[in-house]
């Protein structure tokens, strides 16, 4: 069963990219990248969502931040997924960048939920 069903797929991409295998592995990279910007989403989304839900309370400043943190990791990865299909290399440079900031802020998050768990009394 899966010999046939990579036998279709690779017909499929065949008829769409043709016989150029450099193409084909430029579009297979291209499916990879896009895996990893839905898993991305995915991951984002539910970080920030139990922050908001479960972890912080309305009073404290970071609770806003958080909320403006979510659609802006989506219109990141907008703008990623935009990127990557006209191949804009602007529009990827303020991907890069965006990633860049949200990265500082989770891995912010991260340390500020995971620290009081190691320090030692």
Same mark, same amino acid.
């Given at each position: /069963?899966?010999?046939?069903?990579? @036998?279709?797929? +690779?017909?499929? !991409? ?7 295998? @450099? ?19 995915? &991951? &984002?989304?539910?970080?920030?969502? =139990? /922050?908001?839900? =479960?972890? /912080? ?20 990865? #907008? #703008? ?34 995971? +620290?009081?768990?190691? !320090?030692?009394?």
């Amino acid at each position: /069963l899966g010999w046939k069903i990579w @036998r279709e797929f +690779g017909w499929k !991409v065949y008829k769409r990219l043709g016989a150029d295998r @450099r193409v084909k592995k430029m579009y297979a990279v291209y499916q990879v990248f896009l895996c990893i910007m839905k898993f991305d989403l995915f &991951f &984002f989304v539910g970080f920030c969502v =139990q /922050l908001i839900a =479960q972890v /912080l309370s309305q009073r404290d400043w970071e609770w806003y931040l958080t909320c403006a943190a979510l659609p802006f990791s989506v219109v990141v990865l #907008i #703008i990623g997924w935009t990127a990557a299909r006209t191949e804009n290399k602007y529009l990827m440079g303020s991907f890069i960048f965006g990633c860049a900031g949200a990265m500082v802020y989770f891995v912010y998050k991260v340390s500020q939920c995971i +620290g009081p768990f190691l !320090v030692r009394s």
